[in-house]
């Protein structure tokens, strides 16, 4: 680092992955690998329900978001504006677009 430039204080971020996940989809047709998605899905939960992030690493600047989920029911999307807000601060400081998806 140049001599006076020192790293901003950093807050601590209201919530953290509970883990993340380096996944790669190949998809093949006779024996000819045509599409490759190679991704991140970052797992954010509380006590109640959970919520899914995913990276694509072709473009490592965007996160959708997926849920918030109930833990009891697969899929089963529910309202927790705390976590909705926690995990969208947690990827606005990471990532200069974050968006909401629409299927999990």
């Known amino acids: ?19 993340i996940e380096h996944l790669l989809d190949e998809f093949t047709h006779e024996g000819e ?8 899905d970052y797992f954010f939960e509380n006590p109640d ?13 965007e996160m959708t978001l997926f849920g918030p989920f109930a ?5 089963r999307e529910v309202e927790d504006p705390a976590l909705e807000a926690a995990v969208m601060d947690y990827a606005r400081r990471r990532f ?4 909401k998806g629409g299927e999990a």
């Open 33 to 40: 690998c045509f599409a490759r998605y190679n991704y991140l």
């Open 96 to 99: 200069p677009t974050v968006k």
């Open 71 to 75: 833990r009891e029911a697969l899929l």
């Open 49 to 61: 329900c959970f919520m899914r992030g995913r990276v694509y690493l072709h473009d490592a600047s």
């Open 1 to 19: 680092m140049s001599e006076g430039v020192f790293l901003c204080e950093q807050r601590p971020d209201v919530i953290a992955p509970a883990r």
